[in-house]
């Protein structure tokens, strides 16, 4: 019997990379319309969110915690940049900058 992998068709790169760029392009949309059930759709239910000087966030509960609290504090305007997309067999990684309007409560005094 051959094994799961085998009877999967290969892996083109570009696809992947397109694959990508629209899940991080919804999720950004997701994001900007409130859409949490839509945001978590781009994440496994084992992801890890490294918050910027927070501590990371793993799982779907934490998950959907972290954007429920971004926002509901009023984070919005989401962007999302890719520099670059590797990846081998089931194991892909994007890297890249994301941007996203903070709230008056959080702005530095000008």
């Excluded at 059930?37 to 501590?55: H, Q």
């Excluded at 998950?63 to 892909?92: K, M, P, T, W």
């Amino acid at each position: 019997m051959p094994s799961p992998s085998a009877e999967r068709p290969p892996i083109q790169n570009e696809d992947v990379k397109a694959k990508i760029r629209r899940s991080m392009t919804q999720f950004a949309s997701a994001f900007n319309q409130g859409d949490v059930e839509t945001i978590l759709a781009s994440y496994a239910a084992d992801a890890v969110v490294l918050p910027p000087r927070s501590p990371a966030v793993q799982g779907l509960l934490g998950i959907r915690q972290l954007f429920e609290s971004l926002l509901a504090a009023g984070y919005c305007n989401s962007s999302v940049e890719l520099e670059r997309i590797e990846h081998s067999g089931d194991i892909a990684l994007a890297v890249g900058r994301y941007a996203c309007k903070f709230p008056p409560s959080l702005r530095p005094p000008t």
